[in-house]
């Protein structure tokens, strides 16, 4: 599966649960993650997303660093299961759920 993708399961689900997952793009700032998931529990988290076997940029990886030692909470998510698993973290079964299924079904192709 490709990340734009995956990215769109992600902002599907986040608005499902009520929550925002905002595109996020910082001028000058090159290597933010993708975006940032607002979740109705007050929860901020700034996601990246990549395809399962993806891998971090040297500046991806540095731009993640400064924003968990800024406190905040920043995830890495490979593939669909990782965004299950991320949904799950956070007590949204129904989505994490829905997300297996369609991982599941993605498998079988």
């Known amino acids: 599966m490709k990340e734009r993708d995956i990215e769109k399961v992600l902002v599907d689900e986040v608005r499902k649960a009520g929550g925002r997952a ?3 793009t910082s001028p000058g700032n090159d290597g933010v993650p993708d975006r940032i998931v607002l979740l109705p529990s007050g929860l901020v ?3 990246e997303l990549k395809t399962e ?3 971090l940029t040297r500046l991806q990886r540095i731009q993640c ?3 968990r030692d800024l406190g905040q909470k920043v995830r890495v998510l490979h593939g669909l299961d990782e965004v ?3 949904f ?3 007590e949204l079964t129904d989505a994490s759920e829905r997300i297996r299924k369609r991982a599941d079904k ?3 192709r």
């Open 88 to 90: 799950q973290e956070f």
């Open 84 to 86: 299950a698993d991320f």
């Open 53 to 55: 076997v993806g891998r």
């Open 106 to 108: 993605a498998e079988r």
């Open 22 to 24: 905002y595109k996020f």
């Open 65 to 67: 660093e400064r924003i």
């Open 45 to 47: 988290i700034f996601v």
